[in-house]
C-alpha cells in the first residue's frame, strides 16, 4: 500500500511539473507578442502598404484588447472554469496568429492583432490562477511563481531577438507563425495535466459592473496610447482618459451595491496584495519605459542594426534567470519585505547606469553593466512581487487576483511607456540645437533617472506599508 501511495504522489508531482512547464510556455508566448512586431513594423509597413497612423495600430490592437479585457475574463475564469477559459484563449490566440501570419491588407493584421489580444486576456490570469491551485504550499508557490516570473520575462526580452532574426533571416510573417505549434501543444496537453477548477459556490456574471469595470479599462488604456503618440492635451486622449475616470467612479458605486461584485471591494482594499499591486505598478511603469527607450537607444544613436540591437538584450535575460535563481532564497533567508526593497533598489541602481549610457560608448563598458544590474534586479523583483499580490487568493478567487495583478502589469507598462517616452522626446526637441545625438542621449538620460526614481518609490512604499499589512498564514514573513 505504501508504494502505491508513493508511486500515486510522485505521479501528481509528475503532473504537476508537466503543467506548469505547458503553463510556462505559453506565457512566454503571449509575452513574446507584447513587444515581437517592434523591430518588424518597417517591414510590415514595406509589404502590406501600412500608412504612419496605421502601423501604430499593429501594436496598440493587442495592447488594447489585453489590457481592456483582463479585468473581465480573469473573473469568468473563476465562474466558468479556469482550464476552459485558458485553452478557449489559448485556441483564439493561435488563430489569430495564423490570421496576422497571412494578412494580405493592414485591416486583416491589425484584426488579427486584436483578437491576439483578447486571447491573451483569457488565457493568462486562468493560466496563473492555475498555478496558484496546483501549487497551494507556500514555499512551492513562491518557487513555481519564480519559475513563471523568470520566463515571462525572458519572453519580453526574447521578443526582441527573435523578432529581430526572423525578420533578418526569414520573414516577418514567421514571428505570428511559430505560435501555432505552442498553441497545439498546449490544448492538446493541458487537459491530460490539469483538472477543471471553478469558484465553489455558483454565482452570476456582475453585467453591470463588468460592462462598466471593462469600458474604464478600454478607455483608459486607449487614453494613455493616443498620449503616448500625441500629447496629454489632445482631445483624442484627454477624452478617453476622463470617460475612464467617469466609468471607474461608476464602477466603484454599482460594485459597493451589488449583491455579487465583479471585483468585491473587499478585494481591492486588503492591504498585503494593494500594497504589492501599487509596487507593482510602479515597477512596470519603469521597466517598461526603460525596454522601449534602451532598443530605440541603442538603433538611432549607438548605431545597431535590428538585429543586432535584439542580441544585444541576450545578457538582460540570462540576468533575469539569475535574479529568478537567487528570489526564492532571498525571501527564505530575509524575508518578503527585505527581499523586495534589496532588489527595488539594484534594479534602480541599474537603471541609473543605463542613464549614463554615453553615445560613444562600447557596448561592454557602457551598455552591458546596467543592463546586468538592472536584469538581475529585475529577475529578483518579479516572482516575489507575484507571491505578495496573489496572497490569500482562494478557490474563489484566483482568477481574479491574478486578472487584477496582470491589468495593473498593463496599465503600469502603458502609463510608463507615455510618461517617460513623452519627457525624453520633449527634452529632446529643446535640445536639437546641441547636435541630434546629445539631445537624444539627454532625453534618453533623464527618463532613465524618472524611471530609477520610480522603483526607488516602490522600495519605499515597501519598506514603510508592507510590513504593516498582515499577510495570511503560511505566507513568507515579511
Known amino acids: 500500500m505504501t508504494s502505491v501511495a508513493t508511486t500515486a504522489g510522485a505521479d501528481a508531482v509528475g503532473r504537476r ?23 518588424a513594423l518597417p517591414s510590415m509597413r514595406d509589404d502590406l502598404g501600412f500608412g504612419a497612423a496605421g502601423l501604430a495600430w499593429v501594436v496598440n490592437a493587442y495592447f488594447l484588447a489585453f489590457g481592456g479585457l483582463l479585468l473581465l475574463f480573469g473573473r469568468m475564469a473563476d465562474l466558468l472554469g479556469r482550464r476552459r477559459v485558458f ?59 519564480g519559475i513563471w516570473g523568470g520566463i515571462a520575462a525572458l519572453g519580453g526580452t526574447m521578443g526582441l531577438v527573435i523578432s529581430g532574426a526572423l525578420t533578418g533571416l526569414a520573414s516577418w510573417r514567421w514571428i505570428f507563425l511559430i505560435n501555432l505549434p505552442v498553441a497545439l501543444a498546449a490544448v492538446v496537453l493541458l487537459p491530460r495535466l490539469v483538472p477543471e477548477s471553478r469558484a465553489g459556490r455558483a454565482a452570476r456574471l456582475d453585467v453591470p459592473g463588468a460592462v462598466l469595470g471593462t469600458g474604464a479599462l478600454v478607455a483608459l488604456v486607449y487614453g494613455l496610447l493616443r498620449a503616448g503618440e500625441s500629447s496629454w492635451g489632445d482631445a483624442t486622449a484627454a477624452g478617453p482618459l476622463v470617460l475612464a475616470v467617469v466609468l471607474a467612479v461608476a464602477f466603484v458605486a454599482v460594485e459597493a ?31 517598461y519605459a526603460m525596454a522601449f527607450l534602451l532598443m530605440v537607444h541603442l538603433q538611432t544613436v549607438l548605431g545597431y542594426r535590428p538585429l543586432a540591437a535584439g542580441l544585444a538584450y541576450l545578457p538582460y535575460g540570462a540576468g533575469i534567470l539569475a535574479g529568478m535563481w537567487l528570489s526564492s532564497r532571498a525571501v527564505a533567508r530575509l524575508g518578503m519585505r527585505p527581499a523586495l526593497v534589496m532588489s527595488f533598489l539594484i534594479t534602480a541602481a541599474g537603471l541609473l547606469l543605463l542613464s549614463g549610457v554615453a553615445p560613444d560608448d562600447g557596448y561592454a563598458s557602457g551598455v552591458l553593466p546596467g543592463m546586468l544590474v538592472t536584469s538581475i534586479g529585475c529577475g529578483l523583483s518579479l516572482p516575489a512581487l507575484t507571491v505578495a499580490a496573489l496572497t490569500g487568493t482562494t478557490e474563489e478567487n484566483a482568477g481574479l487576483g491574478s486578472a487584477v495583478l496582470s491589468s495593473v502589469q498593463q496599465i503600469g507598462g502603458a502609463v510608463g511607456v507615455a510618461v517617460l517616452v513623452a519627457l525624453a522626446t520633449r527634452l529632446r526637441d529643446g535640445l536639437t540645437v546641441e547636435g541630434s545625438q546629445y539631445a537624444a542621449t539627454e532625453g534618453f538620460s533623464f527618463a532613465l533617472v524618472v524611471a530609477a526614481v520610480l522603483v526607488a518609490l516602490g522600495a519605499a512604499v515597501i519598506a514603510a506599508l508592507l510590513g504593516r499589512a498582515r499577510p495570511p498564514e503560511g505566507t513568507p514573513d515579511v
Do not use: H, Y
Not at 17 to 38: I, K, T
Not at 266 to 273: I, P
Open 17 to 39: 511539473g508537466a503543467a506548469l512547464v505547458v503553463l510556462c510556455f505559453v506565457q512566454f508566448m503571449l509575452v513574446l507578442d507584447d513587444n515581437v512586431v517592434s523591430v
Open 87 to 145: 485553452l478557449t484563449g489559448v485556441a483564439l490566440f493561435g488563430a489569430a496568429s495564423l490570421v496576422c501570419g497571412l494578412a494580405q491588407e493592414p485591416w486583416q493584421l491589425v484584426a488579427g492583432r486584436f483578437v491576439q489580444g483578447a486571447g491573451s486576456a483569457m488565457a493568462s490570469p486562468a493560466a496563473l490562477a492555475l498555478i496558484a491551485l496546483l501549487f497551494p504550499g507556500s514555499a512551492e508557490r513562491a518557487k513555481a511563481f
Open 257 to 287: 451595491r451589488a449583491a455579487e461584485p465583479l471585483v468585491p471591494l473587499s478585494f481591492l482594499s486588503f492591504r498585503f496584495r494593494a500594497v504589492a499591486n501599487g509596487a507593482t505598478l510602479l515597477f512596470s511603469a519603469a521597466m
